[in-house]
């Protein structure tokens, strides 16, 4: 597997150097991003974190993709992934372990 993609997710910076971070990413996929497939169009998809604060939220396109933008949290710890409807009702949720930049649910 060739990796093209690097993700770094930095907690200090001092003096203009790196001194702490959480996680590193590497992907053949772009880690700025989680994809959700198979939804119906107009479909709305949340990411939270474990203390279910929103990290991203997206519509589902026509191509049954929602694409969310996880670029200042590439990895999200004990986080969950709630599906709705286009009138905002949960179809599901669904808890996971760790949701990495670059993966399709």
């Keep these: 597997m060739r990796v093209n993609y690097f993700g770094l997710a930095v907690d200090g910076v001092y003096g203009g150097r790196i001194r702490y971070f959480d996680n590193v990413v590497l992907s053949t996929v772009d880690p700025r991003y989680v994809r959700v497939a198979g939804l119906s169009p107009g479909w709305i998809v949340e990411l939270r974190d474990g203390g279910g604060n929103l990290i991203s939220s997206a519509i589902a ?17 004990n986080g969950s992934i709630i599906i709705k409807d286009q009138n905002g009702n949960i179809v599901i949720q669904k808890g996971f372990n760790e949701i990495v930049g670059g993966d399709t649910y």
Excluded: E, K, Q, R
């Design 61 to 77: 396109d026509s191509s049954d993709t929602a694409t969310l933008n996880v670029v200042t949290m590439p990895v999200i710890c």
